[in-house]
């Protein structure tokens, strides 16, 4: 299996991790139960699925009132996003 296709399939996995994640998080709250730490909300996203858990945020409406929320996801998700467009353009990078 190719790198590019492994970095595919892991970005694809942790976005829907995340998604699913706002999801479960948001079922919790709704029903009074034991929660997900706000940290493991943001290291899913910091770990490449911060699209997941930015669409997961306003379809479930889940933690939209929290500037750090509202802020940090998008902010996380705009520097992977340079990142990865200075990867691409990037002439050091050698993928096997």
Same mark, same amino acid.
């Given at each position: 299996?190719?790198?590019?296709?492994?970095?595919?399939?892991? +970005?694809?996995?942790?976005?829907?991790?995340?998604?699913?994640?706002?999801?479960?998080?948001?079922?919790?709250?709704?029903?009074?139960?034991?929660?997900?730490?706000?940290?493991? +909300?943001?290291?899913? $996203?910091?770990?490449?699925?911060?699209?997941?858990?930015?669409?997961? *945020?306003? +379809?479930?409406?889940?933690?939209?009132?929290?500037?750090?929320?509202?802020?940090?996801?998008?902010?996380?998700?705009?520097?992977? +996003?340079?990142?990865? $467009?200075?990867?691409?353009?990037?002439?050091?990078?050698?993928? *096997?």
């Amino acid at each position: 299996m190719d790198v590019i296709r492994v970095i595919i399939i892991y +970005l694809v996995a942790l976005n829907l991790l995340g998604l699913g994640l706002m999801g479960l998080d948001k079922w919790k709250a709704m029903y009074h139960r034991w929660r997900i730490p706000e940290v493991h +909300l943001f290291l899913v $996203a910091f770990l490449g699925g911060s699209l997941g858990s930015l669409v997961g *945020m306003y +379809l479930f409406r889940h933690k939209t009132k929290r500037w750090y929320f509202r802020y940090g996801f998008p902010l996380i998700l705009g520097a992977q +996003l340079v990142f990865g $467009a200075w990867l691409i353009g990037s002439d050091k990078v050698v993928i *096997m």
